[in-house]
């Protein structure tokens, strides 16, 4: 009796527990289930990311903040005395595809008894963009209809400006001497442009005031 006991205290002294196969396997599979998970969230924030970070930096969105800053900046130094709005075509009221305001040099100039300059935004039915044109009205001329004379170079502010069917137009009246801007920027329809999800469309609002004499 002692002498089996002996062989099951050394039976049992000799075993040693562990993992079968099968335990092994399962434990295999649920760690590839985790880590394809755990990849699968990572590679779809990434694509996120560069997506978010694409329209971003888009070429809408610095239009969009290029042709707001220079509308701000030419408007607000704009006389009160005159502007012009105007379209090239007749179905539209209210709102206007081109606008000329004038402006002084030098605003803080007391020789400089009317506006010597004037600026020109425009935007063609067929163009998707908007034009910024500036130049000298001839002296003594502003009063009796001023004579626009040594134009600049024409240059783009903004592209892919699209025509939104409830804002047909880009420039507006606001108050008594004020000018508001709203301007659709859509890259979305661009021929060859399959990359729908760097797209991008958004509408900008600008109002200022023509306050200068």
């Known amino acids: 009796m002692d002498i089996e006991d002996d062989i099951m205290k050394i039976q049992h002294k000799n075993?040693?527990?562990?993992?079968?196969?099968?335990?092994?396997?399962?434990?295999?599979?649920?760690?590839?289930?985790?880590?394809?998970?755990?990849?699968?969230?990572?590679?779809?924030?990434?694509?996120?990311?560069?997506t978010m970070f694409k329209?971003?930096?888009?070429?809408?969105?610095?239009?969009?903040?290029?042709?707001?800053?220079?509308?701000?900046r030419i408007v607000r130094?704009?006389?009160?005395?005159?502007c012009?709005?105007?379209?090239?075509?007749?179905d539209w009221e209210?709102?206007?595809d081109k606008l000329t305001v004038y402006y002084y040099s030098d605003p803080n100039d007391p020789n400089i008894i009317e506006p010597d300059r004037?600026?020109?935004f425009s935007k063609g039915p067929a163009d998707p963009n908007l034009i910024l044109e500036?130049?000298?009205?001839q002296p003594g001329t502003f009063?009796?209809?001023?004579?626009?004379?040594?134009?600049?170079?024409?240059?783009?502010?903004a592209k892919n400006v699209s025509e939104a069917s409830d804002v047909p137009g880009i420039f507006s009246e606001y108050g008594n001497h004020g000018i508001k801007m709203t301007l659709t920027l859509d890259d979305e329809n661009i021929p060859g442009n399959t990359d729908k999800l760097t797209t991008l469309k958004m509408t900008i609002t600008s109002t200022m005031i023509r306050h200068n004499r």
């Open 94 to 96: 209210g709102t206007y």
């Open 77 to 82: 130094k704009a006389s009160f005395r005159d």
């Open 118 to 120: 004037y600026a020109t």
């Open 143 to 157: 009063s009796t209809g001023p004579v626009l004379i040594n134009p600049g170079p024409s240059i783009v502010i």
């Open 55 to 72: 329209r971003i930096n888009s070429e809408v969105v610095r239009n969009g903040y290029e042709a707001r800053s220079i509308f701000d």
């Open 15 to 50: 075993y040693r527990s562990g993992m079968t196969l099968i335990e092994l396997l399962i434990t295999v599979t649920a760690a590839m289930i985790l880590i394809l998970g755990i990849s699968g969230i990572l590679a779809a924030g990434h694509r996120q990311y560069n």
């Open 84 to 90: 012009v709005l105007s379209n090239e075509r007749d």
């Open 134 to 137: 500036e130049g000298d009205i």
